[in-house]
């Protein structure tokens, strides 16, 4: 399948869809994006392959298939689009930041864009994160530095997280042995396994 020809309509509609992460439906993207979904757009984004739609309920559904990720993934370092305009070009200097952003964390597309309702694996986000501050395994990482880098990632759920990870061969969280110079933000990032305030991670065999 080569790819579409696509007009700005057809690109600020996979983009919308992209950042919703989900299944969209018109009044959706009328009220939130003010986007219309007219028919021949709809027709001919679901024929290209990269949008499906649930003509099943009122209003219609729409959302990216793998291969309108595939796109919106390639378009984060694509040329402007003529006639984008002023605001098109300020869109597209933000995508190529989220391209630079993306290559130089290792990170796909989906890492960035989840719906609201997807379960995300904690547990490697919290790996991936440890990495990044740690400068060996079994370094101790503060907490208070590693939950920045979770993003909006609930506070209960990271912390439930944790505690099982604690249980594991390669993870140790223990409470900071110098009490009496914890930050406020140290005792703000602590976990409570059993009856302490934990502080500390390390990640790593013996």
């Not at 219309?36 to 209003?59: D, F, I, Q, W, Y």
């Not at 907490?143 to 909006?152: E, I, M, S, V």
Request: glycine residues 6%.
């Amino acid at each position: 399948m080569s790819e579409p020809k696509l007009g700005l309509p057809h690109r600020a509609i996979l983009l919308a869809l992209m950042a919703e992460a989900r299944e969209v439906s018109n009044t959706e993207l009328k009220q939130r994006w003010n986007l219309t979904m007219t028919k021949p757009h709809r027709v001919a984004l679901n024929k290209a392959g990269l949008m499906v739609s649930n003509e099943n309920t009122t209003p219609y559904r729409h959302e990216l298939t793998e291969r309108g990720w595939k796109w919106c993934s390639d378009e984060l370092s694509a040329e402007i689009p003529a006639r984008a305009g002023s605001v098109g070009a300020a869109l597209y200097a933000v995508l190529a930041g989220v391209n630079r952003y993306l290559d130089r964390e290792g990170l796909a597309l989906s890492d960035l864009f989840k719906s609201e309702n997807q379960i995300p694996d904690l547990e490697d986000r919290i790996r991936r994160a440890y990495e990044r501050l740690a400068d060996r395994p079994k370094a101790w990482v503060r907490l208070k530095d590693l939950r920045p880098l979770l993003g909006n990632a609930p506070r209960d759920a990271v912390d439930d997280v944790l505690r099982h990870m604690d249980g594991t061969a390669d993870v140790t969280i223990i409470p900071d042995a110098d009490q009496k110079n914890l930050t406020a933000e140290d005792r703000a990032a602590a976990v409570r396994i059993g009856n302490e305030d934990n502080h500390m991670l390390a990640i790593g065999r013996a």
